[in-house]
Structure formats: C-alpha cells, structure tokens
C-alpha cells in the first residue's frame, strides 16, 4: 500500500503533494462525427499533459475525482455509487436536443428529465459557454456549482499548411485549385442549418460548397428524409463528404476559404476552434450564445441573404477576407493551451481538496458519535 501511494505522489513548490486520480467516463468517441467527441479527446489529451494528475479512462471508481463527459446511464450510476466528487460535462441542454434527434414526446420527455436529473446530482457542472448558467439554475441546478471552462484545439493538429500540400489536398477531394471554397462542419441535422447552407449554395454558384459530417444519429436525426434527399442529390457546387476522421479533418480545413455555420443552436462548437487555429475567417449565424466566446470576431448574417453578402465581400475583397483572418487569429490567441490548461488544474485542484474537506468532516462526526 506504501508503495502504491509512494508512486502516487509528485514535488510540487519543494515538497510532495499526492497525484489527483481523475477517471474519464465517456462513450463519447464511440459515435463519429460528433463535436462532443471531439471535445473530450482534447480535453484528455490536455489534462495528460499535467504530471499533477493521473488519468484513467473508464476505469474503476477508485479515483479523487469522476469525470463524466457522456450522459450514459452506467456513468449515472457510477456517479451515484462511488465515493468519489463528481464532475459532469454539459454539453447540451435539454431543449437543444429539439432540432436534433427525433424521438416519440414520451421517450424524449422522459429523457429530458434524466439529464436534469444527472445534471443535479453531480457536485460540479462544466459549462463550454456562459450563457447556459441562467437556463441551467431554471433547471433547478445550483449556481454556485456551475464552472466555465472553454473547449481547447491543439494547435500542433490544427494548422495551416503550404500552398502545394494545400493543393494536393484540394485534388484528392476533386476540388479546384481556383474555386473558392466554403465549408461547414456539423452532423446533418435541421439544428445545423443545413437547410439554409443549401440554399446559400444555390444562390452562389460561383463558390464551392463543402459539408463535412454526416448522420451520426441515422434514422432518428431530425430531418432525416428531407436531409437524406439533399445529401443523395445535391447541387452541382457542392459536395457532402460524410464523416471525415478527425485526424483528416485538417486536411478540409485547409481546402477551406472560409468557415460557415448556419445552426440555431450550439454550445461551443469545436469546429470554430479548429478554423481559426488556420487563421480561416468565420460567418456565423448571429447568436447570442457567440457574443461572450468569440468577443465578436466573426461575421455574423440574420438570414441567407445576408450569408450570402458576407461570403461574396470575403470571396471578391481582399481587405474584408484579411479582416476575417486577423479575426480569427485573435480567438485561436485567446484560447491558448497554456491559459485553458491553468483553468482545468485550478479547477480540478479545488474540487479535490473540498472533496477530501468534506471526506474528514463525516469521518470526524463518525468519531464524535
């Protein structure tokens, strides 16, 4: 037992402090192209590279801390079962779900419910965005224990690359090496805007249009036959690709002009991170939920027609597209790995030492009794 605490433990400030034991529970890679994915693998990665904790993957509930990235029943339970704090991801809310998956009102209520449910029972909630703290404490969550974290990208698997492996990239996807290209990143859903991409397209056809992302959800994504029509025939300037690996999806961005998203609905969504990593200017639908992540540094449309200005300024304007750039590179600046890493050891740093406060305070009580 000595020896299992010994490698347990690490110098920190010249003396030693115990290793915090966090276990990732997560089936969030499991499914492809889903942003939530995405996000989780970052933030593991991220975490790893702090010697401070010791990191585990599903594992056993003999951990300081579980952190639950998924809303998977048996991660439910395990939460409840264990003796560890418990951290929960919120990577939805409960109306966001509307637009995305289509399921009968009772099953999809009851869901709803279950994730409130777990959302309450868990000693810390990380929010991606600000915004849905207010929405959350409506849920009946308490405030006090909702923390803001950002998403993080790796800049070494984001980045731009030169202009002749540029080209070669444009060509293995059948892609001119004068077009102008416009991509979006994102399941095919309705929440997504694909719809209104579509259409944009249509009013463009001067421009290449290029979807990544495909039916993660299958049959019970929102929109499926009306979608399923679109991405089996579409327009002749644009191009579904399906489900790209992550580990290719630098690749697209690269291919890629411009970034546009259309959705009505999103939390943070990863695939913003990772453009602007390559400096690719954004046109965004104008959400509020942007406002407090993004500190306006992307154009934003209300409606196709004003998508449809904004892409052409960037497409025929060498100063507006630059503008977008020197935008983009100031989001990718501010979510550095150095400033997110800080945020999650603080963080991680407090619920383990509040955890074990509150661990000796019963143990104490149980004495006195």
């Not at 529970?25 to 991220?46: F, H, I, P, R, T």
């Not at 099953?107 to 849905?132: G, H, Q, T």
């Amino acid at each position: 037992m000595a020896m299992a605490n010994a490698r347990r433990m690490i110098k920190r400030g010249g003396k030693l402090v115990e290793k915090i034991k966090i276990n990732m529970l997560s089936s969030a890679d499991k499914v492809d192209g889903q942003g939530v994915g995405s996000a989780y693998l970052e933030q593991v990665n991220l975490i790893r590279e702090c010697d401070r904790f010791e990191v585990t993957i599903n594992g056993s509930s003999d951990c300081d801390i579980q952190h639950i990235h998924t809303v998977d029943p048996w991660n439910y339970l395990k939460m409840k079962g264990g003796k560890a704090a418990n951290v929960c991801y919120v990577h939805f809310l409960p109306d966001t779900l509307d637009g995305s998956i289509e399921l009968p009102k009772a099953i999809f209520k009851i869901f709803k419910k279950y994730v409130i449910e777990l959302y309450k029972s868990a000693d810390y909630l990380i929010v991606v965005n600000p915004i849905f703290i207010e929405p959350l404490t409506q849920y009946g969550v308490k405030r006090e224990k909702m923390v803001y974290i950002p998403n993080y990208v790796s800049k070494q698997d984001f980045y731009a690359k030169p202009k002749d492996e540029v080209k070669q990239c444009r060509s293995r996807y059948g892609i001119d090496e004068d077009a102008f290209v416009v991509i979006g990143v994102g399941q095919v859903q309705t929440r997504k805007g694909v719809l209104d991409f579509i259409d944009v397209a249509k009013r463009m056809k001067d421009v290449t249009f290029v979807w990544c992302g495909g039916f993660s959800f299958g049959r019970i994504t929102d929109g499926y036959e009306e979608l399923k029509k679109i991405v089996d025939n579409p327009p002749e300037n644009v191009k579904f690709l399906g489900i790209i690996p992550r580990d290719q999806m630098n690749d697209i961005y690269n291919i890629a002009d411009v970034l546009f998203m259309p959705s009505y609905n999103e939390l943070f969504p990863m695939s913003i991170l990772e453009a602007v990593n390559l400096h690719k200017p954004l046109v965004l639908r104008d959400l509020t939920l942007y406002e407090d992540i993004l500190f306006h540094n992307y154009f934003a449309g209300h409606d196709n027609e004003a998508f449809c200005e904004l892409l052409r300024k960037c497409k025929e304007d060498p100063k507006v597209y630059a503008q977008g750039q020197k935008m983009s590179q100031a989001i990718s600046e501010y979510y550095s790995k150095e400033n997110v890493l800080k945020i999650w050891i603080d963080f991680y740093t407090k619920v383990h030492e509040e955890h074990q406060a509150k661990r000796n305070r019963k143990k104490r009580r149980k004495v006195i009794k």
